[in-house]
């Protein structure tokens, strides 16, 4: 394999997605002395269009500085590739003589590359390396960019709990997550005690009731004197809508090309202020969605979370000269490791935080929930516990 590979990056960026790139792309070039390595711009769409950067004239001192920034330096794309944007994709990596395909990206990434496998019938290698903030890949522990996302989290709850300490009253934080609630999860990493927030936790895993959010709350100011809560964007009601189309007028809400509801950007803080207003009526409340802040943050890149993305990039091309699969970061026990799956293990499923991470019937994280946030996102900051 000394010929030509295209790297792409696709989905949300995050805080470490440009080390996988910048980590598959110097292998290429230590293992495959004088292969040409294209980096598809705007993800498959710069397959479609012919429009790459030629990574292999670029020296290795100005791709280790953009390995370790934030967002995808190639820039990405949403596109949710079918059968036929495939075909246009295939015959595009074929006019660029590419050998091999090195996507990066998540569940829709790997299912543009399981379609890809099967159309091209072994004439060409198709790897997916992984990320997402979400968390939500199948076979995988963890996934590069979620340690950073969720330090940020964990820092930003950690804060706001120091704040309402001193000011008491009730604030919502909205996090990234559709379907998986790790993320959110991470808000409770680095409690000081029981009595530090996030008091409550909701996410995708368990059904969402307006009703029974005001009575956690106000039972939690009963018993702290503040509530601190942590909520997916993706929370759903009982009927299976998410949270949003249930407290947002219909002519309101926003849908993706994909016809999925956004859920950033959306009037859901505006109308779980209103909720609470309505609710508890009287108390200070605050609703604020985290946004697009957690996943690229130049200040909470985690260097273990760096160095797991670059290796995974440096993996994926051992996984390519095998013919394809995907990229896993598996714990051993002791360790991650890296392995390779079929692409069918991973393509377009979703992974959900295990039941056994909440509490049953109360909102909050178990022992083995925050024995696992604990091995990835350590605490980093050393405060003191407040008087009040």
Same mark, same amino acid.
């Given at each position: 394999?000394?010929?030509?590979? !295209? ?30 390595? $294209? ?10 269009? +012919? ?8 020296? *290795?001192?100005?791709?280790?500085? /953009? ?37 990066? +990206? ?8 399981? /379609? ?21 890949? *199948? ?52 409690? $000081? ?41 993706? !929370? ?53 969605? $985290? ?6 943050? !130049? ?19 051992? !996984?390519?000269?095998?013919?394809? +699969? ?22 377009? &499923? ?23 946030? &604990?091995?990835?996102?350590? *605490? ?9």
């Amino acid at each position: 394999m000394s010929g030509t590979f !295209v790297i792409a990056q696709g989905g949300g960026p995050t805080a470490v997605i440009n080390q996988t790139m910048v980590g598959a792309a110097l292998e290429i070039r230590k293992r495959h002395p004088g292969a040409k390595v $294209l980096g598809s711009i705007h993800g498959v769409r710069g397959i479609r269009d +012919g429009n790459y950067v030629d990574l292999s004239a670029i020296p *290795e001192d100005r791709l280790r500085l /953009i390995a370790a920034t934030p967002s995808a330096a190639l820039g990405s794309t949403r596109d949710k590739p079918d059968d036929a944007y495939c075909e246009i994709i295939l015959n595009g990596l074929k006019k660029a003589g590419a050998d091999a395909f090195i996507y990066i +990206g998540g569940n829709d990434t790997s299912g543009t590359q399981q /379609i890809l496998t099967d159309a091209a019938g072994g004439k060409m290698a198709f790897v997916h390396a992984p990320k997402t903030i979400d968390n939500d890949l *199948e076979e995988n522990d963890h996934t590069p960019g979620f340690i950073s996302a969720a330090e940020f989290v964990a820092g930003a709850f950690l804060s706001v709990d120091l704040d309402f300490r001193a000011l008491p009253g009730i604030y919502v934080g909205i996090v990234m997550g559709r379907h998986a609630g790790f993320l959110t999860a991470a808000a409770a990493a680095w409690q $000081l005690d029981p009595d530090s927030g996030p008091h409550l936790v909701y996410v995708p895993e368990r059904p969402f009731s307006a009703a029974a959010f005001i009575d956690d709350v106000r039972a939690t100011l009963d018993r702290h004197k503040r509530c601190i809560v942590a909520v997916s964007e993706g !929370v759903s009601t009982a009927d299976g809508k998410a949270l949003v189309e249930s407290l947002v007028p219909p002519e309101k809400l926003e849908r993706d090309a994909h016809g999925n509801v956004k859920l950033s950007g959306s009037d859901l803080p505006a109308a779980l202020e209103r909720a609470l207003a309505e609710g508890l009526p009287g108390k200070r409340a605050r609703v604020d969605a $985290l946004g697009y802040m957690p996943r690229g943050y !130049v200040g909470a890149i985690n260097a273990v979370d760096a160095q797991e993305a670059f290796d995974a990039g440096v993996f994926a091309v051992a !996984v390519a000269e095998q013919g394809g +699969g995907s990229v896993a970061l598996q714990f051993d026990g002791k360790k991650t490791v890296l392995n390779k799956v079929p692409l069918k293990n991973v393509a377009g &499923k979703t992974r959900h935080m295990p039941d056994d991470f909440m509490l049953p019937d109360i909102n909050q994280l178990s022992d083995a929930g925050m024995a696992y946030l &604990k091995r990835l996102v350590p *605490e980093k900051y050393k405060v003191g516990k407040p008087f009040v």
